[in-house]
T-cell receptor, first 112, second 114 residues
Framework: DAKTTQPPSMDCAEGRAANLPCNHS???????VYWYRQIHSQGPQYIIH???NNETNEMASLIITEDRKSSTLILPHATLRDTAVYYC?????????????FGPGTRLSVLP | DTEVTQTPKHLVMGMTNKKSLKCEQH?????MYWYKQKAKKPPELMFV???????INESVPSRFSPECPNSSLLNLHLHALQPEDSALYLC?????????????FGPGTRLTVL
């Protein structure tokens, strides 16, 4: 499964949009991009995933470049509760399951 | 029910003890996973079960022994652990064979080995 790289940390003002980038230049055609976040000592929480089209749900938007080598997670109106480590994962899913390889992630701090 | 439950929440054990971690889901998922997460590090995949068969073992030491007794349950048996095995152990589940669904994670078991 493809490796991903993310900035180690980012700050965002409360109420502003948080844009978290991810590079997955070795992603293969059948691999999706998944985003999770982890608040201190809790299990990772699913946010969103996509293949090649942009996706939006109640939590966030996912913008994937046309060449699929990078993506951006957008939290439209960040709140203090969005402070967490955000992980971007590129993985396929066959009958053996999903081989998620977590990178170090981006530590997002939302500031009042 | 979109929840993965893990018991116990916390576990303290000595190096000579035998203990087990338990994970349960009732979402009809046929793939279940164990991850290990050390402090300030990302989760690392340990084992994957797909259709109740072990499909991935990421070179985990034999003192960790997984078991999948049925499609809803996943156990991790622990024996002769070392202090460096202290970590958060996470369980997850998903539908195998389709990327249109995500993995659901449990809250984890915080293990301390003395």
């Amino acid at each position: 499964d493809a490796k991903t790289t993310q900035p180690p940390s980012m700050d965002c003002a409360e109420g502003r949009a948080a844009n978290l980038p991810c590079n997955h230049s070795t992603i293969s055609g059948n691999e999706y991009v998944y985003w999770y976040r982890q608040i201190h000592s809790q299990g990772p929480q699913y946010i969103i995933h996509g293949l090649k089209n942009n996706e939006t749900n109640e939590m966030a938007s996912l913008i994937i470049t046309e060449d699929r080598k990078s993506s951006t997670l957008i939290l439209p109106h960040a709140t203090l509760r969005d402070t967490a480590v955000y992980y971007c994962i590129a993985a396929g899913n066959d009958n053996y399951g999903q081989n998620f390889v977590f990178g170090p992630g981006t530590r997002l701090s939302v500031l009042p | 029910d979109t929840e993965v439950t893990q018991t116990p929440k916390h576990l303290v054990m000595g190096m000579t003890n035998k203990k087990s971690l338990k994970c349960e889901q009732h979402m009809g998922h046929r793939a279940m996973y164990w991850y290990k997460q050390k402090a300030k590090k990302p989760p690392e995949l340990m084992f994957v079960y797909s259709y109740e068969k072990l499909s991935i073992n990421e070179s985990v030491p034999s003192r960790f022994s997984p078991e999948c007794p049925n499609s809803s349950l996943l156990n991790l048996h622990l024996h002769a652990l070392q202090p460096e095995d202290s970590a958060l152990y996470l369980c997850a589940s998903s539908h195998p064979g389709t990327s249109t669904y995500e993995q659901f994670f449990g809250p984890g078991t915080r293990l301390t080995v003395l």
